[in-house]
């Protein structure tokens, strides 16, 4: 979501309940820690552009990121 305007950039594939996102500006990736026992990353590759590279199993209800 483009956080001046509000508008959704990108919808993608992530696990269910998350619990936290993170982004990393020096690798230009997003970490979300899931309820359902995942952490998703995500690369950002353009202005608009992001895509899954992989969704991590951990364990269920863990809550991995602070």
């Known amino acids: ?3 001046t305007s509000g508008k959704v950039i990108a919808s993608l594939p992530i696990g269910e309940h998350v619990d936290a996102a993170a982004f990393d500006p020096g690798k ?8 359902d026992g995942t952490v998703t990353v995500i690369q950002k590759s353009g202005k608009d552009s992001f895509k899954v590279l992989e969704n991590i199993v951990t364990q269920k209800g863990a809550r991995t990121m602070h």
């Open 1 to 3: 979501m483009d956080a």
């Open 28 to 35: 230009q990736r997003v970490y979300c820690s899931n309820g």
